[in-house]
């Protein structure tokens, strides 16, 4: 088992990367990830992976599988999300490896973004949560990116702030991740493009947020039916003992809105059946 944490910086980036790709319906509150260690671990039939998605945790997982003889079908993970950065990393490496998704209990975020499309098929729990609340094509301004910084800083302990603001000025910080949002929107839509999925499924409770919550529900972001996935371009999903699909949202008082398609206005799925594109930067 390989168990990784972060660093302080990396845990500063997580969150101005989380912001782009990860403003929930409404605001929640902000994640505290400077103490979460991300647990990876071969079994007999999967690597499991347990956490916040982050390279190094990545790392743990290719490692594992370049060692493993007889190779994992399999990717059993259980995340409250990551960067957009990591989610497309890990992502792309199932998808490029054929590997099935499973989730047993929940898959949030940068999980439900880029990790869960990826698998060659998917196999769900019967009450396994999923749960969307934003992605990189979202607008966001500098203030927001500023604000988001700033708190995130405000949860270090003093001496450790101090360092490294030391080291990096706050607007450098924001304005490294400023110069980065072009370079990642266009990872994303070469992401999807590949695996032949509807773009928007990262951004739908935003572009349609007046219509679908109508001033109602504190929810922190939303999820779609398996029929609804499928017309998204996320198809192959399996409920396990052929049971019904019935998820149930962990985090106590808080919900997800069920976005239904039919209901959008004037929405039509666009995305390209899947088909082999090669990987970014190959001849």
């Avoid at 259980?78 to 590997?99: I, K, R």
């Avoid at 499924?201 to 947020?209: A, K, N, V």
């Avoid at 998204?232 to 949202?249: D, H, M, N, Q, T």
Wanted: with cysteine; net charge negative; glycine share 8%.
């Amino acid at each position: 088992m390989v168990e990784v944490g972060l660093s302080a910086l990396s845990v500063v980036f997580l969150a101005l990367a989380g912001a782009v790709g990860a403003q929930p319906i409404p605001q929640a509150p902000t994640l505290d990830v400077t103490n979460i260690v991300t647990k990876v671990r071969l079994t007999a039939e999967r690597i499991e992976y347990s956490g916040l998605i982050t390279h190094e945790a990545n790392a743990g997982v290719f490692e594992l599988y370049q060692s493993a003889d007889p190779k994992p079908q399999a990717l059993l993970i259980e995340s409250q999300g990551g960067s957009a950065d990591a989610g497309m990393e890990l992502g792309t490496w199932l998808f490029e490896n054929g590997m099935q998704v499973q989730i047993d209990t929940y898959c949030f975020s940068s999980c439900a973004n880029y990790v869960f499309p990826s698998g060659r098929t998917r196999l769900l729990a019967p009450h396994a949560s999923l749960m969307w609340h934003g992605g990189v094509t979202q607008p966001i301004t500098p203030e927001e990116l500023a604000r988001v910084l700033d708190e995130t800083l405000a949860g270090f302990p003093e001496d450790e702030r101090r360092r490294l603001l030391e080291e990096h000025s706050r607007d450098e910080l924001v304005q490294q991740l400023q110069q980065s949002l072009i370079a990642i929107v266009a990872r994303e839509t070469y992401f999807f493009r590949r695996l032949g999925v509807d773009q928007r499924i990262t951004t739908l409770g935003h572009l349609y947020e007046r219509e679908l919550l109508k001033g109602e529900g504190d929810y922190m972001g939303w999820d779609f039916s398996l029929d609804d996935l499928a017309r998204l371009g996320v198809r192959g999903i399996s409920i396990k003992g052929g049971e019904a699909w019935e998820p149930v949202f962990p985090v106590r008082g808080r919900k997800i809105y069920r976005i239904k398609l039919d209901e959008l206005p004037d929405f039509q799925p666009r995305f390209a059946p899947t088909r082999w594109l090669p990987p970014v930067g190959a001849p």
